[in-house]
Nanobody, 117 residues
Framework: QVQLVESGGGSVQAGGSLRLQCAAS????????LGWFRQAPGKQRELVAR???????DYADSVKGRFTISRDNAKMTGYLQMDSLKPEDAGVYYC???????????WGQGTQVTVSS
């Protein structure tokens, strides 16, 4: 299991960009799938983007073409590049890493993203 720490959140105007980072410590980072979720006030946590250990990525329809998920196994860090941000992208963003064989998942503490119109 890994410990995860997100960073990179902040406040931006609509149309701006942010790059979230998810730094991991622990074992077998390269064997874990990566996911980014977000939770807006009063709403359920939703999947934003995910990437398999092989590098295949998919995105929520609402962020396709604007967000990019990536990882650097050597640095044990996952990323979420967010461009053309909209007010509806605001929320707390969480990274998650999951062992696809066991289903065991680790979560970060979250980082706040605020987008003003």
């Amino acid at each position: 299991q890994v410990q995860l720490v997100e960073s990179g959140g902040g406040s931006v105007q609509a149309g701006g960009s942010l790059r979230l980072q998810c730094a991991a410590s622990g074992n077998a980072f390269n064997l874990l799938a990566l996911g980014w979720f977000r939770q807006a006030p009063g709403k359920q946590r939703e999947l934003v983007a995910r990437q398999t250990t092989g590098g295949t990525a998919d995105y929520a329809d609402s962020v396709k073409g604007r967000f990019t998920i990536s990882r650097d196994n050597a640095k044990m860090t996952g990323y979420l590049q967010m461009d053309s941000l909209k007010p509806e992208d605001a929320g707390v963003y969480y990274c998650m890493m999951e062992n696809p064989r066991t289903g065991v998942a680790s979560w970060g503490q979250g980082t706040q993203v605020t987008v003003s119109s």
